[in-house]
């Protein structure tokens, strides 16, 4: 397992502007640029059923660091992503999952949530954890943790990471990799079998891999830009 080196916040730091110019798109192209990328990401689908077939690790490593860019609460970063590819770390996440699944598919969830997930068709089997080639376990930092043990508090954290994971599902897709947003509930198996620190909570859990050949999706309609914008 790689650790990743230490970052140090720029807590207290002065102010100290630099110049920023990036050169404006022509009109044409942003146009462009806009409908098409509007249809691509109109392309994404959640996949729960995937391929074994193994993933260009490096278009995983490019999507997170293009997670990495996110805007966050005070540029706080308050991020890790664990890159799991081992199949026995797989397995044993899958085990964990689908024991809270069980116990969530059995009542814990309340009828209401059972009812708002009855057209996902989803249920306490978890497949795509040990399916998928690769997780992308996103862990939000609560606080800041020094190598000394000192703390400091993180703002905007699950708005901060929410951007990110929002970035990182773009990435992936637009690169050509397909991914699900997993969150069993509770989460906190997640830091005892990846060996997270405590500032550390689990996010969600992410397969990226390629469809199954056989793979099928819900029929869902999404909201039209009408039903989701307001222009004043
Ligand atoms: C915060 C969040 C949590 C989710 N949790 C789960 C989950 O635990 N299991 C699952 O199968 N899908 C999960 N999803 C995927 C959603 O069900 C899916 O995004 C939604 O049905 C819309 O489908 P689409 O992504 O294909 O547009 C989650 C999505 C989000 C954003």
């Known amino acids: 397992m790689s650790i990743p080196t230490q970052w140090t916040p720029t807590h207290g730091e002065p102010f100290r502007p630099v110049p920023y110019r990036p050169p404006r798109m022509p009109l044409q192209e942003s146009l462009a640029r806009a409908a098409e990328l509007r249809e691509r990401m109109d ?19 490019d999507a997170v660091a293009c997670a990495a860019t996110a805007p966050s609460g005070a540029h706080q970063q308050p991020w890790t992503f664990v890159l799991v590819k081992d199949p026995e770390v797989r397995r044993r996440i ?3 999952a689908e024991e809270e699944e069980q116990l969530s598919y059995a009542g814990r969830l309340g009828e209401e ?3 708002a ?3 996902l068709g989803t249920d306490e ?4 954890l040990t399916d998928a080639p690769a997780l992308i376990v996103v862990f939000q930092q609560r606080y800041w943790l020094g190598e000394g043990g000192e703390k400091r508090k993180h703002y905007y954290v699950d708005e901060s990471v929410g951007i990110a994971v929002g970035m ?29 620190p405590v500032n550390e909570k ?19 309609v999404r909201k ?6 307001v222009e004043v």
């Open 168 to 196: 990182l599902l773009s990435a992936l897709h637009l690169s050509g990799l397909a991914a699900l947003v997993h969150t069993p509930s509770p989460m906190r198996f997640l830091s005892e079998v990846l060996g997270r």
């Open 125 to 128: 089997v978890k497949p795509h």
């Open 202 to 220: 689990a996010f969600a859990v992410i397969p990226v891999g390629y469809p199954a050949d056989d793979c099928q999706v819900p029929d869902l």
């Open 113 to 115: 949530w059972l009812a």
């Open 43 to 61: 392309g994404r689908r959640t996949v729960r059923q995937f391929s074994a077939d193994p993933v260009p690790e490096q278009v995983v490593r």
């Open 117 to 119: 997930l009855r057209p």
């Open 224 to 229: 039209s830009l009408d039903q989701v914008l």
């Open 94 to 96: 899958r085990a964990a």
